[in-house]
């Protein structure tokens, strides 16, 4: 059974840093691409980025470029989000969310398991 | 970026009444790439349908995805009360993977 579970969110004051963890199970982590998807209280879907099962390839949506930095260890089978430079508007519900091919298959996927999200509060 | 538009915003419809939800792109959705997730309150969003029009593992029947290019279509054929949700689609074409800003479906 494929499972994905957040750790890491909490509150922090505007210009303060974090990391997000993601760890996975139930399917081989290194094959697959993932992602990190935010929703802001009240509001809608938000992809944030995206790294292939190797690591080499990164993606990121402009609003967080420079300030974040997706990684990935294979060896702990672990997703990682480091939060720079945090605002206000970076307040929200992170997801980690798993690619539905593997990277067998090229370009881009859609996820098919969602871990439940760990919240971020950016506040003073 | 590609912009994914949906309409309309917020549905109110009956059970087993037939829901058609929008989804129109900013710009060509290469190769059908396009997902369609649904989302309950106080949980993370699942997977409905991949590919515009093929349903994820488990999801009923009387889901179907359709449309190509800029324009695609979430149907229900015949709505269940655990149908009412926020439903989300989302362009994985190109780089950043970018999601519409949801239909509500709700209860009338």
């Known amino acids: 059974e494929v499972q994905l579970l957040e750790s890491g969110g909490g509150l922090v004051q505007p210009g303060g840093s974090l990391r997000l963890s993601c760890a996975a199970s139930?399917?081989?982590?290194?094959?697959?691409?993932m992602y990190w998807v935010r929703q802001a209280p009240g509001k809608g879907l938000e992809w944030v980025s995206g790294?292939?099962?190797?690591?080499?390839?990164?993606y990121y949506v402009d609003s967080v470029k420079g300030r974040f930095t997706v990684s990935r260890d294979n060896s702990k089978n672990t997703l990682y989000l480091q939060m720079n430079s945090l605002r206000a508007d970076d307040t929200a519900v992170y997801y980690c969310?798993?690619?539905?091919?593997?990277?067998?298959?090229?370009?881009?996927?859609?996820?098919?398991?969602w871990g439940r999200g760990t919240l971020v509060t950016v506040s003073s | 970026e590609i912009v994914m538009t949906q309409s309309p915003g917020t549905l109110s419809l009956s059970p087993g009444e037939r829901a058609t939800l929008s989804c129109r792109a900013s710009?060509?959705?290469?190769?059908?790439?396009l997902a369609w997730y649904q989302q309950r309150p106080g949980q993370a969003p699942s997977l409905l349908i991949y590919?515009?029009?093929s349903r994820a593992t488990g999801i009923p029947d009387r889901f179907s995805g359709s449309g190509s290019g800029t324009d695609f279509t979430l149907t229900i054929s015949r709505l269940e009360p655990e149908d009412f949700a926020v439903y989300y689609c989302?362009?994985?074409?190109?780089?950043?993977?970018?999601f519409g800003q949801g239909t509500r479906l709700e209860i009338k």
């Open positions: 790294i292939r099962g190797s690591g080499a390839v990164t």
């Open positions: 989302q362009q994985y074409s190109s780089s950043p993977l970018t």
């Open positions: 969310a798993k690619a539905r091919l593997s990277k067998a298959v090229p370009g881009h996927k859609c996820s098919d398991y």
């Open positions: 710009q060509s959705v290469s190769s059908g790439s």
């Open positions: 590919g515009a029009s």
């Open positions: 139930g399917f081989t982590f290194s094959d697959y691409g």
